[in-house]
């Protein structure tokens, strides 16, 4: 079965600091790739996600994130934070085969605080 | 972007009492889902529909049930609230695509405290 790790539970920045989210996956194949951000209280926003060709995506917000094959990965990078920027990021992978259904699988998130 | 809808947003209710939370979009999407979140916790689907009529059990248990009689409306119903069903819960819709390739979106969630 698939799963997604997100290696960090909590990760602090300062305001204005780059911030990279790290996602790693576990699939038999190139899965479809996406990230969501949850402001408190709130439900699900997609940043971006991933499907094929050029394996850097760019997302809302200022976000950005590359897709490794080699690394089972596809981490999350935003090269300037914003305060408004603290929230719980999720890495969400989707099958690529009709036979594994058609569910995403999220990661267990990572929290981001910022700090001022 | 897909409109979804949640409510009622936040829930506080007694052991033992039926609740009904709400989900609904307006973007025709056939596909919709329910997630179950415990804070900080990731989240687990707990019930899906490819369409109107189409229910399915995700693949975290749950004691609650679902329906779905009309495209834009998937209701959760829990027969007999507990404290262990004490959770947020997330609603989101999708915009179909080829396998995998589906975006989904997710409405506000409501949080239940069962007491």
């Known amino acids: 079965a698939q799963s997604v790790t997100q290696p960090d539970i909590h990760i602090t920045v300062s305001e204005g600091a780059s911030l990279e989210l790290r996602c790693n996956y576990s699939y038999g194949a190139t899965p479809y790739l996406f990230w969501y951000v949850q402001s408190p209280g709130q439900g699900l926003q997609l940043l971006l996600k991933?499907?094929?060709?050029?394996?850097l995506v760019q997302g809302i917000k200022g976000f950005e994130a590359e897709f490794k094959r080699s690394q089972s990965s596809f981490n999350l990078r935003k090269p300037s934070v914003h305060w408004s920027d603290a929230a719980e990021y999720f890495c969400?992978?989707?099958?690529?085969?009709?036979?594994?259904?058609?569910?995403?699988?999220f990661g267990g998130g990572t929290r981001v605080l910022v700090k001022p | 972007e897909a409109d979804i809808y949640q409510t009622p947003r936040y829930l506080v209710i007694g052991t033992g009492k039926k609740i009904t939370l709400e989900c609904s979009q307006t973007?025709?999407?056939?596909?919709m889902y329910w997630y179950q979140q415990d804070p900080g916790m990731e989240l687990h689907l707990i019930h899906y529909?490819?369409?109107?009529?189409?229910?399915e059990k995700g693949d975290l248990s749950s004691e609650s049930t679902v329906s779905r009689i009309r495209t834009e409306h998937f209701p959760l119903t829990l027969e007999s609230a507990r404290p262990s069903h004490t959770s947020q819960y997330l609603c989101a819709s999708s915009d179909g695509g080829s396998v995998g390739q589906e975006t989904q979106y997710f409405g506000p969630g409501t949080r239940l405290l069962v007491l």
């Open positions: 991933y499907f094929s060709g050029d394996t």
């Open positions: 969400a992978v989707g099958p690529p085969s009709k036979a594994a259904g058609n569910k995403l699988t």
């Open positions: 973007m025709g999407h056939d596909k």
């Open positions: 529909s490819y369409g109107v009529n189409s229910t």
